[in-house]
């Protein structure tokens, strides 16, 4: 793999790696990346997204080791067949904005101003055809099964896409405090979700993370000399099932059961497979997807990067994967390729960590 060697990762999905190579903006190069062929397939440059370089120049100092990846959030290809292939990317700094493109284009395509005020894009994913995306607001929920949906006609090049906007109908979780000994806990502190496809049918995950950080005195706190230590673990996990009902609307069903099913959940996606031997079924198996925080233009890793396994059928968490620490911008991803050359025991899905 000398070709791409030095290159940063960005994401991956359907068996392509996301990758980049350059140093500065003017020589940065994205493309599409078969470790098992060694196909590299060349993508639009990242420099025709507006805001792309003022975003790319101040994360150069502070993640010079991958700033690409500290921007791009999630990455998404149509399928695995580059020939009818679209490129869809979820950008951090600008929650409100997804971009798209087909190889061999020259420019990416720019999709903004659909959402409300307060909302902003939560997973992306290519289902049937289409590209879904979720969107979330932490101060809404819904209480049935009925969730609202958009419909927008994307158009690539001449090719058109359809780009359904579901709204998370799961409650914004319980959040409880409380202090002891200069340590303040806190329960379901956050959530998150993720879109996957399983068995031909659309599932979102989501899960909520339980908090431990050192208090702050008030005087320390207001002169921001230093981030307090956070240590995070996982919580919940629950599993939706997503079916179109009308136009305007989803139902989303919660699941208890994957039958024979393992979702394997990481940082910018999550793989489904079934039967596969060793595996938990009907478990998640994930992988901590929080790798820093910041106040101000201070920047700490979290304390550890934790990794498990959680069972739906009683809700118990085996956390067989270390602990460790890790460097910012080190992100751990599940990665399934696109030939069997690993399922000589029906097992094609397997940890990679690239920095």
Known sequence: ?????????????????????GTTLANLQIFLFDPITRVQIPLPPLSTISNFE????????????????????????SSSDVSQCIVAARLSDEDETLVLCRPGDERWTIVKGLLVEGYCYGS????????????????????????PLQIHSIMIGSQRVNLKLIYSSTSPPPFLCYAQEKLLYCKDNYRSSCLVESNGQLLMVTQTWDAIEEEQEQEQEEEDEEIPLVY??????????????????????????????????????????????????????????????????????YVCREAGVYHLDDGSIK?????????????????????????????????TSIK
């Open 232 to 301: 995070l673990q996982a919580g919940t996990f629950q599993v939706f099932k997503i079916q179109n009902t009308t136009q305007d609307t989803v139902c989303i069903t919660r699941l208890t059961h994957l039958d024979k099913q393992s979702l394997f959940l990481g940082i910018g996606g999550c793989v489904a497979r079934e039967n596969l031997n060793h595996f938990h079924k009907n478990s998640i198996y994930f992988l901590q997807v929080f790798d820093y925080r910041g106040r101000g233009d201070k920047i700490r890793p």
């Open 54 to 77: 003022d975003c790319f120049t101040s994360c150069r100092s502070e993640w010079s080791r991958n700033p690409a990846a500290y921007i791009i959030d999630e990455v998404e290809p």
């Open 319 to 351: 956390r067989c994967f270390p602990s460790i620490p890790t460097k910012s911008c080190s992100y751990m991803h599940w990665f399934s390729p696109n030939i069997n050359l690993f399922s000589l025991n029906g097992d094609n899905c397997f940890n």
């Open 124 to 147: 992306i994913i290519f289902f049937d055809g289409e590209l879904y995306a979720s969107i979330v607001n932490s101060n809404e929920e819904y209480d049935d099964n009925q969730a």
């Open 1 to 21: 793999m000398e070709s791409v060697q030095g290159g940063w990762f960005c994401g991956c999905s359907k068996g392509w790696l996301f990758l980049a190579l």
